[in-house]
């Protein structure tokens, strides 16, 4: 008689392979975009038979949208892992403009995937039953922030949790993403540890500058 695993055994093999996968998809999706990904060797990446990746995404699109819904995850753990709610005001948001600087820097694959996926005009993400879920906590934490800080008298009021967002992950997104046409038209290298800097210094001037009250 043959002995069948456990159903929580089963469960764990299936997780484990799932995340196999995925790691082994990030990986070729950040090295070569949506459009020049293969899935035979995303299978030979995570060592396994392309049938089972299949099995458990449907298609190459189904694959993509799970591996920008799990980078998204994992930025937003992290960024939750910071406790900007138990930080003073104006530490908050200086501390959220350093990480999502330093986030992105790190992991650079998660820029090349937005950056394939706004090339596919966002539509992987558009149908996403996941995806508002996991960011709309950081827009509202940073809301709560602004107004702590508005009626400490340490922040001006009107300001837009999620303006402010777009601000920080822009101003740190445009310069890393497009930092080889950059350095190529004013004739700097803007990847040196000096220019990543003055860089995060900046940001974190203009970010402060506009939510401080004068």
Known sequence: MVNNPPPDSRSRDADRSQQVILAAALQEFSEHGLGGARMERIAQRAALNKRLI?????????????????????????????????????SAIRRLTE??????IAHPE??????????????HLARSVHIRK????LIESLGEI???????????????????YVSIAGMAYFYLSNHYTLSSVFGLDLMTPKAHQERLSHICDVVLGYVLKN
């Open 54 to 90: 299949y099995y458990y995404f449907q298609s190459k699109d189904d694959l993509f949208l799970a591996v920008l819904e799990e980078a998204y995850r994992s930025i937003r753990q992290a960024e939750q892992a910071l406790r900007l709610g138990d930080m003073p005001a104006a």
């Open 110 to 123: 998660f820029l090349t995937l937005l950056n394939s996926e706004n090339l596919h005009q966002g539509k």
């Open 146 to 164: 602004l107004e702590r800080g508005r009626r400490e008298g340490v922040f001006r009021g009107g300001v837009d949790p999620l303006q402010l």
């Open 134 to 137: 996991m960011n709309s906590p």
């Open 99 to 104: 990480f999502t600087w330093e986030y992105y």
